[in-house]
């Protein structure tokens, strides 16, 4: 189980040993420190909290900052906790880097999407909506959404105008194509969740699904 | 550091260090290599420079030229793809607009004059 918690940077392309060019996200990511343990004895199950951005103690609040003391740790600005299996891999106090990943590694990548604010059906679901001229006075609306005298509701997760984006996405099984310890970066295979400076928490993959490569 | 510049970290051991001044109106002679089977070969490729677009290592040229039978033939080649071994600039062209779509529709023969 690896894991570390990064920044987004952006996306560029680089080309493979064959020549073809693979669309690749650019993340900034640790130096993190393992900050506490939580075991399934004292906290009920067992993950490692990671802090990632040391920060001047002045940034933080009392509660938190004593969080830290506890620990030894520096000020960090973000604290975040992994699940594993295996507690006896890590310890307080441990630094971790990029250098864990090697390429081809399989890995979920966690972000928190771009908002886009409060957005109608035809942008959030991708519906269809009405003609735009022609006489018609039905545009962007979202159409029927329900039966009749029954069910007489309106059924629960029907698909709505509200709230998109700013939630929290994995993508799952994305690859690592190379890694930079020196520049602390990762370069991964593909686009991962939010925008450029969101951070991204990322861990081996929970369920590798590995793809045969086409020849 | 900035972000974009940590962009530029990975994309600077990809980039290839010897590339002409290319410019829209070029006549180019690309040369490029293409996988027949399990033998690789080098294919010529030569045109003229209609478009450039991208920058840094996504920059790309379109090059036209007209092939057996006056069919019109386009490649868009990546600067700095490793299938692109080594391009020539035969002519220099000088022309007064970036994208050069309008030689799509030239009948007859493509004259642009030459830079010096």
């Not at chain 1, 393992?34 to 990671?50: I, M, N, R, S, W």
């Not at chain 1, 979920?108 to 059906?121: F, I, L, P, Q």
């Not at chain 1, 993508?171 to 690592?176: A, F, I, K, T, W």
Request: aromatic residues 6%; glycine residues 12%; contains cysteine.
């Amino acid at each position: 189980m690896k894991m570390i918690i990064g920044r987004k940077v952006g996306m560029t392309q680089i080309f493979d040993e064959n020549g073809r060019a693979v669309p690749v996200t650019v993340v900034k990511a640790g130096p993190c420190v393992v900050v506490q343990k939580k075991t399934p004895e004292v906290d009920g199950y067992a993950a490692v909290q990671l802090g990632f951005e040391e920060v001047p103690e002045r940034k933080v609040n009392k509660p938190i900052l004593g969080h830290f003391k506890k620990y030894g740790a520096k000020p960090m600005s973000i604290l975040r906790e992994f699940r594993v299996d295996n507690l006896d891999d890590f310890e307080v106090g441990k630094v971790i880097d990029v250098s864990v990943f090697e390429p081809g590694d399989v890995i979920d990548v966690t972000g928190w999407s771009k908002g886009r604010g409060y957005s109608g059906a035809m942008k959030r679901w991708g519906f269809q909506g009405g003609p735009k001229s022609h006489g018609s006075k039905f545009h962007r609306m979202l159409g029927s959404v329900g039966q009749h005298t029954e069910p007489a509701k309106i059924l629960k997760g029907k698909k709505m105008a509200g709230q998109y984006g700013n939630e929290r996405v994995t993508v799952r099984n994305l690859r690592v194509v190379k890694v930079d310890p020196e520049n602390n970066l990762l370069v991964i295979k593909g686009g991962v969740p939010g925008a450029r400076g969101g951070l991204l928490l990322i861990r081996s993959a929970k369920a590798p699904k590995i793809r045969k490569r086409e020849e | 550091m900035s972000m974009d510049h940590l962009v530029r970290v990975v994309e600077k051991d990809y980039l290839k260090k010897e590339i002409p001044e290319i410019r829209p109106g070029d006549t180019v002679k690309l040369h490029l290599k293409v996988k027949e089977g399990n033998r690789e070969r080098d294919q010529v490729f030569q045109g003229i420079v209609i478009a450039m677009r991208g920058s840094g290592l996504s920059k790309t040229i379109t090059v036209r030229r007209i092939a057996t039978g006056g069919i019109g033939v386009e490649r868009i080649v990546p600067l700095h793809s490793p299938v692109l071994e080594k391009v020539e600039v035969v002519r220099k062209g000088k022309v007064r607009r970036a994208k050069l779509y309008y030689l799509r529709n030239v009948r007859g023969k493509i004259k642009i004059k030459e830079r010096r």
